[in-house]
């Protein structure tokens, strides 16, 4: 389970996360909603570490993550895989590299089943004769899948994913929302998206929050959201 416990976040003068408080249940797939720039890549970026709060707790599996020295939170990170919003592929490195780097840099695995893994994670996001392949020879759609199956090639049960239909045509959008949500309920994952694409965010997510101002503005299922009498909520869905 992933607790935030009064999380507050300022960069300057200007309050982006608001004493959030909330809980992720293992398993659960949530997507946090919102405008551009109202704190929701800050967030995920708190949960794995990658930024501390200026108060409050991000506590995964029972461990406060905000006081860990860099160390220890690497091997928190190690177990999270994280869906970067453009991809972060490195471009000198085919697909079946990029995969495989953090199997060679975090395991002990020998090459042989490096490949057998990789090549059983293409297949299960359905990518087929891409493995020597450039990041620069794929369309944006494949980039994502490449990258989530570098994700995921850690066997992680945590999932971050920062606007994983960011720069993709509405087919390409759902196609990804749509492999998300089957990959995470395959393996099992606890899984956080943030996204502004509230159509797809409706068909895949377990529960959603919207962030309003760095503040929780609604949370719930899909139906709660629609059913919601706050202004700012109904403006936002519709």
């Known amino acids: 389970m992933i607790r935030i416990t009064h999380l507050s976040k300022s960069f300057g003068s200007q309050m982006v996360l608001d004493d959030i408080s909330l809980e992720i249940q293992e398993g659960e797939l949530l997507v946090i909603l919102g405008e551009s720039g109202t704190g929701k890549s800050v967030l995920l970026k708190h949960l794995i570490g990658l930024l501390r709060p200026d108060q409050g707790r991000v506590e995964i599996n029972a461990t406060d993550i905000t006081v860990l020295p860099e160390k220890e939170l ?11 919003q453009e991809g972060a592929l490195y471009d000198f490195m085919n697909v079946f590299e990029n995969i495989a780097f953090p199997l060679r840099e975090h395991t002990t695995m020998d090459e042989a089943a490096i ?8 297949k299960l996001i359905d990518l087929r004769d891409v493995e ?3 990041p620069a020879e794929l369309s944006g759609g494949m ?8 994700a995921i090639i850690l066997d ?3 999932l971050f994913c920062d606007e994983p239909t960011s720069g993709l045509d509405p087919i390409r959008s759902r196609d990804i929302s749509d492999l998300i949500r089957d990959i995470s309920k395959r393996l099992g994952c606890t899984t956080v998206v943030s996204s502004h694409d509230i159509q797809n965010s409706f068909r895949i997510a377990d529960r959603l929050i919207l962030i309003r101002e760095g503040k929780i503005a609604a949370s719930g299922t899909q139906f709660d959201l629609k059913a919601s009498n706050d202004f700012f909520v109904r403006e936002f869905i519709q």
């Open 74 to 84: 690497l091997k928190i990170r190690q177990k999270i895989g994280y869906l970067f």
């Open 115 to 122: 490949a057998q893994k990789v090549r059983g994670v293409l």
């Open 132 to 134: 020597r392949k450039y």
């Open 143 to 150: 980039k994502k899948r490449v990258a989530l199956a570098r």
């Open 156 to 158: 992680s049960k945590i």
